[in-house]
Every structure is written in C-alpha cells, then in structure tokens.
C-alpha cells in the first residue's frame, strides 16, 4: 500500500486543478461550509427514512418517506465533491490519515448497506400495497445505516487530531499512517 | 469581561476540554456538535421540504413524529456547544460571528417550533390557536431552510474568523 500511497499523493500533487481555487481566501472555507450543509441535508434525509424503517411515524407508508431519499443523495453529491476538493488539494493530510482510512470505510459499509436495502426488500416496500411495517431484515440494515453515517461524521471531525507526522526511518505499517 | 474569560479559562473543566489528549475531549465534544447539526438542521429541513410540496403521500401531521428526535439533536449541540464555549470562551465571544450564529440558530428553533405547530392536514393545527394559510406556511419553510444554511455556514466560518485563541492572546 505504501508505494501506492505515496504514488496517489504525488500524482495529485503534480496534477491537482483545484488547489489554486481552494486556497484563496473563499475558497476552503466555503467547501467546507458546503460539506456541512451536506452532512445535514444527508442526516436529516437518510435518517429520517432510517428512522422509519426502525418504526418512526408508524402510520406513514415506507415507501412514502422514501421521497426524502433524493435529497440524501444531494446531500452525499455535494459532499463527494466538496470532500475531494479537500483531498484534491491536501492529499497528504488525508491519504495518511487514519481517521481517513477509517472514514473510507464507513462509507463503503453505508454504500453498500444502502444497496442491500434495495438488493433485499425492493419488492416489499416499494409493492403495490402501501407497507407500513419493515421487514426484520430492512430494521437492521437501517440501524447499520445510521451507525455507519454517524461513524462517517465522527471520523470526518477526528481528521484534523489524526493529522500524519513524519514517518520513522522504515515504517512497518501495512497502510502509510505517517507521512514519508 | 476580561476577569471572567480568565477565571473560565483556569477552571478544571476547560483545562480538561483543550488540554486532555483524550478523544472523548475536544474532538469527542467536536464530534458531537457535528452529529447534533445533522439531525436538528437535517430533520428541520426534512419538515420544511414536506412542507414546500416534497413526499406528499407523508401526512403533515405524521412529520411531527420527527420533532424528538430534531429536539435531541438540538438538546446535544446545546450541551456541546456550551462545553465548547468553556473550552475557548475568548475565541467565541470576542467574535461577532459568534453572536451571529447563535442568533441564526435560535431564530431557527424559533421557526421549527412555529412550523411543527401548523402541521395538520385538516387545517386544525395541533397546539396553535390561531391556524396559518398554506402560503404562509411555506414561506417559513423557506425561511427556515435559509436560516440553516446560515446558521452553519456562521458555524464553520467562526474557525477562520476570531481574533484572540485565549484571553492572554
């Protein structure tokens, strides 16, 4: 992972069109304002059908709520490209960052627990019947859900205390967490 | 003013917030606030965007089953912020951003309390006595997602905006 690592960081270096953008004075902090109205509009959309699935507003249809869905996915699109502005334009502060690393994966597990939403219970909640109470299985994937998306947050806001310090002689980590 | 900030800034709990290599410190209070915004702000908007016409087979009334949980998230940042502002009371208070933001913030509870009053499907609203046209109602939904926007966009800018970290700075 280290020759990759270090080929990614480089390679961006080298190519970034984003960083002169991003580094004057509006810049940085506008994209990051962005991420935040993201960061709400993807909690307050995902969670609020999460919240459903777990039996939330019991009277409402599941698939009723669902119509809140789009806006969660503005909400992860604004928040895909304001994040790789960030990663466009420090790709050393997150490409060794552990906190990083760890968000990275939280968001596959909510990508791919949103898939299995569909993948699984398609058919029940979006039927020509109004279903109103979830499956066992569609329960547990909105839990996941919602640990997953708050993980996200929380390694999004741990970023700036897992900041990578220079590498020791021959680090032996299987991924970089220091910066070479 | 000055005396205060300096007394708050020898007190045990905020040497805990800023000083405590700890993660449960001040990232874990930061971490917090961030979780908090996304439900209040997010469910908030969830509401005003059921209001202005999005998901109209959800029941107006039903949306209120959301309000405890926007409430939680609220109760959470005002909890977090308040431990924030111990941890840097110099860096918020000096700045007028800072009163901005709260004002934004307050404002928009303000409007969330309005709002989930006049959720009703029979024009009876629940709690309110005096029932608000639907014309009306929407304009506080916009209102109400402005001052979000706002409010956060305040938030995040107080990190680039303040003059002193600390009350000997």
Excluded at chain 1, 85 to 95: A, G, K, S, V
Excluded at chain 2, 138 to 148: E, G, H, P
Aim: net charge positive; hydrophobic share 55%; aromatic share 12%.
């Amino acid at each position: 992972m280290h020759d990759f690592q270090i080929w990614l960081v480089t390679s961006i270096r080298l190519h970034s069109p984003v960083a002169k953008m991003m580094h004057t004075a509006w810049g940085w902090p506008m994209a990051e304002s962005l991420h935040f109205l993201g960061l709400s509009l993807l909690i307050g959309s995902i969670g609020a059908f999460d919240l459903r699935l777990l039996g939330v507003a019991k009277r409402v249809p599941l698939s009723a709520v669902h119509r809140f869905i789009p806006f969660g996915l503005l909400g992860f699109a604004i928040n895909i490209t304001t994040g790789l502005l960030f990663l466009l334009t420090e790709p050393d502060q997150y490409i060794y960052n552990r906190s990083f690393h760890l968000k990275l994966v939280f968001l596959m597990i909510g990508g791919l627990n949103a898939s299995l939403f569909y993948l699984t219970s398609w058919k029940t909640v979006f039927g020509s019947v109004a279903v109103y109470k979830a499956p066992a299985r569609a329960r547990i994937i909105a839990g996941i859900s919602l640990t997953a998306w708050i993980s996200v947050i929380i390694c999004g806001r741990m970023l700036t205390f897992f900041r990578p310090i220079p590498c020791e002689p021959h680090p032996t980590q299987i991924v970089l967490t220091c910066s070479p | 003013m000055h005396a205060f900030l300096v007394w708050l800034e020898s007190t045990e709990l905020n040497q805990w917030i800023v000083g405590s290599p700890s993660l449960w410190a001040f990232p874990g209070i930061l971490a917090v606030h961030a979780i908090g915004m996304g439900f209040a702000a997010g469910l908030s908007a969830a509401i005003d965007l059921r209001v202005l016409g999005i998901a109209p087979e959800v029941p107006m009334r039903e949306m209120r089953r959301f309000l405890p949980m926007l409430w939680t998230g609220f109760w959470l940042n005002a909890v977090s912020g308040v431990l924030l502002l111990i941890g840097y009371p110099t860096k918020a208070l000096t700045n007028p951003l800072f009163y901005v933001k709260l004002f934004l913030v307050g404002l928009a509870m303000v409007l969330v309390r309005r709002i989930s009053r006049q959720l009703t499907d029979d024009h009876t609203p629940a709690g309110a006595t005096t029932p608000m046209s639907a014309a009306r109602l929407r304009w506080l939904a916009i209102a109400s997602l402005t001052c979000w926007a706002a409010a956060i966009t305040a938030g995040r800018l107080l990190a680039y905006t303040y003059t002193h970290l600390t009350a000997f700075d």
